[in-house]
């Protein structure tokens, strides 16, 4: 059975764990898929290093890479990779559109409505000039292709609740999605909470991930230890930003480690009593699940998909002038309180599992097999 990942740029981050187990899922059933992408950001043989597995796929290239106009680049990267669909039994499509693709076994994973990321604000903040105008433009008018860009005869699966109803909002009830979370590497042996004062950071360093303001909350927080993780491209201008920004402002109490392998990630969560995270309407939250499962109290936007992770309503904030007070709270509450917090939080999180991801991914995967026989 010959298979097709399409993704038209790959980055170390959630979007590519999910790729990875994929991947990992279908090596296991004997099948070598093919990732159909214009360009990787990182060598692909870090796979075991980045998520503790090793993969085997084929990239076959399909150039249209613009780095200007990123929207109209997806689009062109689905149009130019259409035509080879013919030569596979099955498409796994990642890139949040089906615009231009057709394909009798086409199944869409939607991080998140294409259409509805587009329409949003924050996709302006911090242009100006010229650069504000060439971005204006660009999104209203792929916004238009990415109203109909939903194939019809498409299998649909949204990586969280919050991501199907936004879907279902944007393109009518009537187009059937299911939920299959990504998948998070949870161990039997859950750690329990630890007495300090540590709050970790998880994500990709990027405007969009709000790590200056985390700096900036961390200089008003002075009795809290801030560990700033995920990963960054080397001399990236928002990492050097937020290091300027500690260093203009005397911040002592932050530590930025750009691109930690699993085991240092793990050491720091592992030593870390809460975790922070400020990007609203965030579509799921893999970072979120890992922290809590190193023992790591969750304080998180009260929007999006967190709320189907972190389930206690007072971990969750609604603006970041109630992050001091939350963290203040939970700092002077006893432990046998932040133990029984950590009990509830760790029974709801075995539903974001690897076993659970792989489980229903494969009963997926097996009904294109039968039916290919």
């Known amino acids: 059975m010959k298979v097709a990942i399409l993704q038209n740029q790959v980055i170390k981050g959630g979007r590519f764990s999910v790729i990875a187990r994929m991947v990992k899922n279908l090596n ?16 692909l043989n870090q796979t075991k290093d980045l998520y503790g597995f090793d993969i085997k796929l084929n990239v076959v ?8 106009f990123p929207e109209f680049d997806i689009l062109k990267f689905n149009k130019n990779v259409h035509p080879q669909l013919k030569n596979y039994d099955l498409v796994l499509n990642s890139n949040n559109t089906s615009h231009f693709l057709s394909h009798p076994n086409l199944i869409e994973y939607v991080h998140f409505p294409r259409y509805t990321r587009v329409l949003k604000k924050e996709a302006l903040n911090g242009l100006r000039g010229i650069t504000f105008w060439m971005k204006f433009i660009e999104l209203k008018i792929v916004s238009s292709k990415y109203r109909k860009s939903i194939y019809p005869k498409c299998t649909l699966l949204a990586n969280s609740q919050f991501t199907a109803s936004t879907f279902m909002e944007t393109y009518g009830e009537e187009h059937k999605i299911s939920v299959l979370y990504p998948p998070v590497a949870i161990g039997e042996n859950k750690i329990s909470f630890k007495a300090n004062s540590n709050v970790v950071c998880l994500g990709r360093i990027h405007p969009s991930k709000k790590q200056l303001e985390i700096v900036k909350l961390a200089k008003q927080l002075i009795n809290f230890n801030f560990f700033i993780v995920g990963f960054a491209k080397q001399g990236d201008s928002y990492l050097e930003e937020c290091r ?7 911040v002592e109490n932050v530590q930025i480690i750009p691109n930690a392998l699993v085991q240092e990630r793990d050491e720091i969560l592992r030593n870390s009593s809460y975790f922070l995270h ?17 023992g790591c109290i969750p304080i998180v936007p009260n929007s999006g998909g967190q709320i189907e ?4 309503e007072r971990l969750r904030f609604n ?16 432990e046998e309180e932040k133990e029984q917090i950590l009990e509830r939080l760790f029974l709801n999180i075995d539903n974001f599992s690897n076993q659970k991801f792989d489980k229903q ?11 290919g026989r």
Do not use: C, H
Not at 61 to 68: D, E, L, P, T, V
């Open 309 to 312: 992770i972190v389930t206690e």
């Open 61 to 68: 290239r399909a150039w249209s890479f613009n780095k200007f």
């Open 28 to 43: 296991e059933i004997g099948i070598i898929p093919d990732l159909l992408t214009q360009k990787i950001g990182f060598d």
């Open 244 to 250: 300027n920004y500690i260093k203009a402002n005397n």
């Open 361 to 371: 991914f494969l009963e997926l995967i097996q009904k294109y097999v039968n039916q």
């Open 278 to 294: 400020l990007l609203e309407d965030e579509p799921f939250g893999i970072s979120t699940v890992q922290a809590i499962e190193f």
């Open 319 to 334: 603006s970041l002038d109630e992050i001091p007070s939350i963290l203040s709270n939970m700092s002077n509450s006893k």
